[in-house]
């Protein structure tokens, strides 16, 4: 998983040097809300997602899992952060 994120890290930063993309500077603002709101999301959505523990495959599940539930967690964490009062908290 570490080399996987490197990868897509170095992917979206791009090699070009000076100011780093919109996307990652919007994940980079937002990365300290998703770890707070990843530990409440994965019990609610493991009932729902469980491909890992339906599927013998967890080499395929296991992933789809996890970015399902960075998306839903950026996707809020993102929305919140577009009203002013509550950015600083996310």
């Given at each position: 998983?570490?080399?996987?994120?490197?990868?897509?890290?170095?992917?979206?930063?791009?090699?070009?040097?000076?100011?780093?993309s919109a996307l990652l500077q919007r994940l980079a603002e937002a990365t300290v809300g998703i770890y707070g709101l990843h530990v409440a999301a994965i019990p609610l959505a493991a009932p729902h997602l469980g491909l890992a523990a339906r599927s013998g495959d967890g080499w395929v599940t296991l992933p789809l899992t996890v970015i399902a539930t960075f998306a839903a967690c950026f996707a809020v964490v993102d929305t919140l952060r577009r009203i002013r009062p509550l950015r600083v908290a996310v």
């Open positions: 998983m570490i080399l996987a994120s490197a990868g897509l890290f170095v992917a979206i930063a791009g090699d070009r040097g000076g100011e780093p």
